[in-house]
């Protein structure tokens, strides 16, 4: 029963981190109006008249001060409010996928990332080149969708990890709204594409390489531990399906193969461990 107990705690707690952002809209809202409503209720109850007719008493200067410094404080302490909710969103999302399954909260997560952008072009302006070179990498990332998932599955079937479970998630959320808002246009304004969807590219770039860095290391910390025990690292544990098998292979061939700078030994005893597994299920 106290088990219990604790657990449902801990699953409300996550739940209110996770509702943090709009809570904290409601409430920066809240404060702004009830902070109103009290200076006009204060003074109306003080001196039995409005507020405005109130600040007429003063000189213009201070009137200006004073609604300077309220101003500051309420909407200040707002944003303060705010921001704290931004960052505890983020916290209780990364909190939340510690307690799910990874594949689970990925399905969830992902909407189908819209390939086509091939009828996209740019209008005749400034930086035409330096728009069409980010598009460019933007496809790329798009293309390599599916590949930096698999290394994201092959990592996470090793380890969960749900930092990483939570930038593969914002990462693929950003693709699919980069790629739904530009493969719905064709004439594109290099001004626009400048400053509304070259920061997001950049930013989608940068997880790219985040995520990548991050599987490799547990891939990579993996391999080494075995061999220094004297064990054989299984590759391809947990893979129970023929497609399974391939797509774990396919990934890992993007980091062991030797034409991408992979040690030709493991790459060897990777292909050996496909190789039997592969004969093993089609038995």
């Given at each position: 029963m106290f088990w219990h107990l604790l657990r449902a705690f801990n699953f409300s707690i996550i739940k209110l981190l996770t509702l943090a952002l709009p809570l904290s809209i409601v409430a920066s809202v809240g404060l702004i109006g009830y902070s109103i409503y009290i200076a006009f209720s204060k003074v109306q109850k003080t001196f039995g008249i409005g507020l405005f007719s109130?600040?007429?008493?003063?000189?213009?200067?201070?009137?200006?001060?004073?609604?300077?410094?309220?101003?500051?404080?309420?909407?200040?302490?707002?944003?303060?409010?705010?921001?704290?909710?931004?960052?505890?969103?983020?916290?209780?999302?990364?909190?939340?996928?510690?307690?799910?399954?990874?594949?689970?909260?990925?399905?969830?997560?992902?909407?189908?990332?819209?390939?086509?952008?091939?009828?996209?072009?740019?209008e005749e302006g400034k930086n035409v080149q330096r728009c069409q070179q980010y598009m460019n990498t933007l496809e790329e990332l798009i293309n390599?969708?599916?590949?930096?998932?698999?290394?994201?599955?092959?990592?996470?079937?090793?380890?969960?990890?749900?930092?990483?479970?939570?930038?593969?998630?914002?990462?693929?959320?950003?693709?699919?709204?980069?790629?739904?808002?530009?493969?719905?246009?064709?004439?594109?304004n290099p001004k626009t594409f400048e400053l509304k969807f070259i920061p997001q590219i950049e930013i989608a770039n940068r997880l790219s390489k985040d995520i990548t860095k991050d599987t490799l290391r547990?891939?990579?910390?993996?391999?080494?531990?075995?061999?220094?025990?004297?064990?054989?690292?299984?590759?391809?544990?947990?893979?129970?399906?023929?497609?399974?098998?391939?797509?774990?292979?396919?990934?890992?061939?993007?980091?062991?193969?030797?034409?991408?700078g992979g040690h030709e030994e493991t790459f060897k005893l990777l292909q050996n461990q496909y190789d039997e597994k592969m004969k093993a299920i089609n038995v």
């Open positions: 109130y600040l007429n008493l003063f000189p213009f200067i201070q009137i200006v001060f004073a609604v300077l410094y309220f101003l500051v404080s309420v909407i200040g302490t707002a944003i303060i409010i705010y921001s704290l909710g931004v960052e505890w969103s983020e916290w209780g999302q990364m909190l939340s996928l510690s307690t799910q399954n990874y594949n689970n909260y990925i399905q969830m997560q992902l909407s189908e990332i819209n390939p086509n952008l091939a009828n996209n072009f740019f390599d969708f599916e590949d930096l998932k698999l290394q994201v599955d092959t990592a996470m079937s090793i380890k969960q990890n749900s930092a990483i479970a939570y930038k593969f998630s914002e990462y693929a959320n950003l693709l699919n709204e980069l790629s739904n808002q530009l493969s719905s246009k064709t004439n594109i547990i891939i990579n910390k993996n391999v080494s531990s075995a061999n220094k025990t004297g064990k054989v690292f299984d590759f391809f544990e947990g893979c129970s399906t023929e497609e399974e098998l391939k797509n774990r292979y396919k990934a890992l061939c993007k980091v062991y193969h030797p034409d991408v």
